[in-house]
C-alpha cells in the first residue's frame, strides 16, 4: 500500500519526510519521492526501490539540506502505470509549481485525462495521480487559492483518495484530503505533519487528528482548517498519539515476521487481558457497545474479510454456532460486497480486518451498514476506518504488525471471535460450566503458543524437506480447514513455493490427481472431532506417494507410523485448535522461505494492506 508524508513548520523538512517515508516501508512499495517549496519554485526528488535510492538522488541533486517549510513525500505501490520514475510520485502540474501525492484510485481518470488533453494538457506519467496536479493547476490558472482549487478539483473525481498537495506559490500551507484511504494530520510542538499511517510521525507529534472521507484540511504554521466537500467547516478533535506505534525495530530477530511469531504468547495476553470473567465464565468486550438483550437478538451472523483474516472468520464461525447456537456463515468481503447479499435486521455482520483498511471489507462494511445491519468491527490497527466506521468492535490490541504476513493478527482474531462466542453463547443456552471451561481454553493459550514455539528447531529441519517442492497441499477438516487454508496461504506468499490449501474430504475429487512422490502434503491433524477421517486421508496421500508432513497432537500414537514427518502440538480444546497448528506453519513456512534466500518481510508483489479493489 503506498504511504504518504507530508510537513510543514520550523525544522529541517527533508530529514522528517525521509524518516516518515522509513516508517511506511513496511507497507511495501517499489518507487519513492519528495517535494519542497524552495525560494518560488518546487525541488523534486523521486527514485524507483527503496528509500535509499531516494536518498542517494537527494545527494546526487543537491539543494535540499537545510530548507525549512513545507514539503511532501510518497512510497509507491503501483496500480496504474509500471513502478518508475516517472511515474513515481510527488506527481507535478504542467508549470511544476504544484505537487501532489496520493493513495487511492481516481477511478474517473481516463475520461478526465481525455478532457484535459482535448484542451492541450500534456501528461508525462501513466498515473491517475497525475489527472489531479493538472485539475488543480487549471484551477489555479483561474485565479482560486490552493485550498479552493483543491476543492474545485476533487469535487470533479470519482474513487479514493488519500491526498497531500503543495504549491510553490504558497509555501505558507499544506492542503490535505481524503475519501476512501487513510489520511491524518500529527499535531507537533515545532509543525504539523500529514500522513497515511500514525507511524509516521509517532515521534514528532503529541496529539492526531483522524480526517474523515470529504475533509479537505488546510494545514498552515499557526492554522488548520477543515472544510468538506460542501465547503461547509467542520471541526474534528485530536486524539493522543499512541507511542506503541513507534518506529518498529526488529528486536534482535532477523526478520519482523519472525519477530512477531515469537511475540504471539505476549500478543494473545495483550489481546486477553481484562476481557474474560472466569466466575460468570464469560467475556467482558466493552467496543462492543452492546447489551446482553441486543447481543440476545442477533439471530445470525456473517463474518467478512479477505485473507488470512478470512481464514480466521471461518474459525470464528465454527466456534459462534458451536457456543451460541447462531447461524453463521463466512463471505469474502469482495463478493459480499457486490453480490446484493441477503441482510437483515438481527443480522450481525463482523468485520476481521487486522489494518482495517482493506478496501473490499470496508466496502463490505458499508454495504451491511446500507441494509441495515448490525456492524462490529474485530481490528488491529486503532482508529482504522473499517473500526470508525464500524463504530464498535474489539481491538487485537497484538501490537503492529510489520510482516507483510500476517502472523499474530491471526491467532488475536481467532482468540477475539472465540471471546465473542463466548459471550454470545452466555446470553443464550451456554451454562456457566460450559463458560467457566471456554475461559479456561482461552486463558491457556499464551502457554500453549510458547510450547509450540518450543518445537523450531524440529521444524526448521523439516523445513529441509519442502524447501526444494515446486507444488505442496495442505489438507485439514472441521476447525483444521481454516488451519489448513492459512498454512498454504503463509507459505505461498513468503517462499512462493505453490500450495493449495484443501478441506481434507475434498482432495479425492480432483486434485488428488496430482499427488506424486514430489508433491508434499502438510496434514492437519490435530486431534479434535474428525481426526480418524485425516487420518485415513493421509493414507489416500501416501498411497499416491506424496510425501505426508503431519501436524498432531502431543501423544496421537497412530500418526508416527501414517506420516513422513510430524510437529507435535500441545492439546487444546477444538475451537483454539487452529492457533498451535497455524504457529506451526508459520514457522514451517518461514524457515522454508529463509531457506529459498526469499526477502520474507515485504515479499514480492504484496502489500501490508490492500486498499484499492
Ligand atoms: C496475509 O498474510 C496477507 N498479508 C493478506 O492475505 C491479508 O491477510 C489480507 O490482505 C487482509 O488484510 P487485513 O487483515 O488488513 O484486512
Not at 22 to 35: M, N, V
Not at 143 to 164: K, M, N, Q, W
Not at 570 to 582: D, G, H, K, Q, T
Request: glycine share 10%; charged share 25%; with cysteine.
Amino acid at each position: 500500500m503506498c504511504g504518504i508524508a507530508g510537513f510543514i513548520g520550523e525544522r529541517e523538512t527533508v530529514p522528517l519526510l525521509l524518516q516518515g517515508l522509513k516508517r511506511l516501508e513496511y507497507r511495501g512499495y517499489d518507487s519513492s519521492g519528495i517535494a519542497i517549496a524552495d525560494d518560488g519554485a518546487l525541488r523534486v526528488a523521486k527514485s524507483v526501490g527503496k528509500i535509499a535510492a531516494l536518498e542517494d538522488k537527494l545527494a546526487a541533486l543537491g539543494g535540499f539540506a537545510g530548507k525549512t517549510g513545507v514539503g511532501i513525500g510518497h512510497t509507491r505501490w503501483a496500480t496504474h502505470g509500471e513502478p518508475n520514475e516517472r511515474n513515481a510520485h510527488p506527481q507535478l502540474s504542467p508549470d511544476g509549481l504544484v505537487a501532489v501525492v496520493h493513495n487511492g484510485i481516481i477511478e474517473n481518470h481516463a475520461s478526465l485525462r481525455a478532457a484535459l488533453e482535448a484542451k492541450g494538457h500534456v501528461f508525462k506519467s501513466d498515473t491517475d495521480t497525475e489527472v489531479l496536479a493538472h485539475l488543480i493547476a487549471e484551477e489555479r490558472d483561474a485565479g482560486f487559492s490552493l485550498p479552493d482549487a483543491v476543492l474545485h478539483a476533487l469535487r470533479l473525481v470519482s474513487g479514493t483518495y488519500g491526498i497531500a498537495v503543495i504549491d510553490a506559490r504558497e509555501p505558507s500551507l499544506l492542503v490535505a484530503a481524503r475519501k476512501g484511504s487513510p489520511l491524518l494530520l500529527g499535531l507537533g510542538t515545532y509543525g504539523t505533519f500529514v500522513a497515511s499511517d500514525v507511524s509516521a510521525f509517532v515521534s514528532g507529534a503529541r496529539k492526531v487528528i483522524y480526517l474523515e472521507d470529504g475533509d479537505i484540511a488546510t494545514v498552515r504554521r499557526d492554522r488548520l482548517d477543515i472544510r468538506t466537500l460542501d465547503d461547509v467547516r467542520v471541526a474534528r478533535t485530536p486524539a493522543a498519539v499512541d507511542p506503541a506505534a513507534g518506529a518498529p525495530e526488529k528486536g534482535g530477530y532477523e526478520h519482523f515476521m519472525l519477530k512477531e511469531i515469537h511475540e504471539q504468547p505476549e500478543a494473545i495476553a495483550n489481546t486477553i487481558r481484562g476481557r474474560l470473567l472466569p466466575l460468570d465464565g464469560t467475556a467482558k468486550l466493552a467496543g462492543l457497545q452492546l447489551e446482553a438483550r441486543e447481543l440476545a437478538s442477533i439471530e445470525n451472523i456473517v463474518l467478512t474479510a479477505c485473507g488470512t483474516s478470512y481464514y480466521a472468520g471461518i474459525a470464528g464461525a465454527y466456534a459462534f454456532e458451536q457456543f451460541a447456537l447462531i447461524p453463521s456463515r463466512v463471505e469474502q468481503a469482495a463478493e459480499f460486497r457486490y453480490r446484493n447479499p441477503i441482510v437483515r435486521p438481527d443480522t450481525a455482520l463482523v468485520a476481521i480486518s487486522q489494518s482495517g483498511e482493506t478496501a473490499d471489507t470496508l466496502a463490505a462494511t458499508r454495504e451491511a451498514k446500507r441494509k441495515g445491519a448490525l456492524v462490529l468491527s474485530v481490528c488491529n490497527v486503532v482508529g482504522s476506518t473499517i473500526a470508525r466506521e464500524a463504530g464498535r468492535g474489539v481491538y487485537l490490541h497484538a501490537g503492529p504488525e510489520i510482516g507483510v504476513a500476517s502472523t499474530k493478527a491471526f491467532l488475536c482474531q481467532v482468540t477475539v471471535l472465540n471471546m465473542m462466542a463466548l459471550l454470545l453463547g452466555r446470553t443464550r443456552q451456554l451454562s456457566n460450566p460450559e463458560g467457566t471451561e471456554m475461559v479456561k481454553a482461552i486463558e491457556s493459550l499464551p502457554e500453549l503458543v510458547r510450547r509450540t514455539l518450543e518445537k523450531e528447531d524440529e521444524i526448521r529441519r523439516i523445513a529441509e524437506r519442502l524447501a526444494g517442492a515446486k507444488d505442496a497441499f495442505y489438507i485439514g477438516r472441521g476447525y483444521m480447514y481454516p488451519a489448513a487454508l492459512e498454512g498454504a496461504l503463509k507459505l505461498k506468499e513468503i517462499s512462493y513455493l505453490h500450495a493449495e490449501g484443501y478441506h481434507a474430504a475434498e482432495l479425492k475429487h480432483g486434485p488428488i490427481a496430482l499427488l506424486a512422490e514430489d508433491v508434499p502434503v502438510v496434514a492437519c491433524a490435530a486431534k479434535i472431532p474428525g481426526h480418524e477421517k485425516t487420518l485415513g486421508n493421509i493414507q489416500e496421500c501416501r498411497a499416491r506417494k506424496s510425501p505426508v508432513i503431519a501436524i498432531a497432537t502431543e501423544g496421537d500414537g497412530d500418526i508416527e507410523a501414517l506420516a513422513d514427518e510430524v510437529v507435535y502440538v500441545p492439546p487444546c480444546a477444538e475451537n483454539i485448535s487452529p492457533i498451535p497448528v497455524v504457529v506451526a506453519e508459520q514457522l514451517l513456512a518461514y524457515h522454508v522461505a529463509r531457506l529459498r534466500g526469499e526477502p520474507i518481510d515485504q515479499p514480492r508483489n504484496l502489500a501490508k494492506s490492500v486498499t484499492v479493489e
